[in-house]
T-cell receptor, first 115, second 111 residues
Framework: DTEVTQTPKHLVMGMTNKKSLKCEQH?????MYWYKQKAKKPPELMFV???????INESVPSRFSPECPNSSLLNLHLHALQPEDSALYLC??????????????FGSGTQLSVL | GNSVTQMEGPVTLSEEAFLTINCTYT??????LFWYVQYPGEGLQLLLK?????DKGSNKGFEATYRKETTSFHLEKGSVQVSDSAVYFC??????????FGAGTTVTVRA
């Protein structure tokens, strides 16, 4: 199994809603990532978890709250989002996180629309 | 800081044409270099990579050579197919968790 699975594929939410994005991998990878990608732009790193601990938070607003319940799962909890947060949210994983030549495996993403 | 500059797109080609996408980088330290591809409606997939100077990465007919003297990692394919239509991202990684992506180049191949 070389897949990173993200659910849901599409999500529409209001600015007062609370929702969660989920990501799962069964490759035994110990690093997991959240990226945000606006249309026609490259992905921007949001968070990195290494061995289930938050390693990097790229100054992301607190309305985005990541969680790594175990080594296979990564969640992104959303609360009080703004319309400008509408984007494709990509999860990725890698074997480790320290080597520069690590390959990242990406999921297909959750297309989020905030109304 | 670390950054990647890619040629501006979009690029439109006919089938069997030669494709080149230019990529240059600026990095502190010794980066690994990558090309990722994103097909419509999907996440990114690693296309190829190179980890040191003069390394050549290759996959699915695509090639790129790590040129330290010109700080470049240009992507080439000799004969493109319609199925190669996608967005291509050049990226680098130095000694942290962060992949630095270029802006992406949209390639459309016409039959």
């Amino acid at each position: 199994d070389t897949e990173v699975t993200q659910t849901p594929k599409h999500l529409v939410m209001g600015m007062t809603n609370k929702k969660s994005l989920k990501c799962e991998q069964h490759m035994g990878h110990r690093a997991m990532y959240w990226y945000k990608q606006k249309a026609k732009k490259p992905p921007e790193l949001m968070f990195v978890y290494s061995y289930e601990k938050l390693s990097i938070n790229e100054s992301v607003p607190s309305r985005f709250s990541p969680e790594c319940p175990n080594s296979s799962l990564l969640n992104l909890h959303l609360h009080a989002l703004q319309p400008e947060d509408s984007a494709l949210y990509l999860c990725a994983s890698s074997q480790g996180a320290g080597a520069t030549n690590e390959k990242l495996f990406f999921g297909s993403g959750t297309q989020l629309s905030v109304l | 800081g670390n950054s990647v500059t890619q040629m501006e797109g979009p690029v439109t080609l006919s089938e069997e044409a030669f494709l080149t996408i230019n990529c240059t980088y600026t990095a502190t330290g010794y980066p690994s270099l990558f090309w990722y591809v994103q097909y419509p409606g999907e996440g990114l997939q690693l296309l190829l990579k190179a980890t040191k100077a003069d390394d050549k990465g290759s996959n699915k007919g695509f090639e790129a050579t790590y040129r330290k003297e010109t700080t470049s990692f240009h992507l080439e394919k000799g004969s493109v197919q319609v199925s190669d239509s996608a967005v291509y991202f050049c990226a680098l990684r130095v000694n942290d968790y962060k992949l630095s992506f270029g802006a992406g180049t949209t390639v459309t191949v016409r039959a």
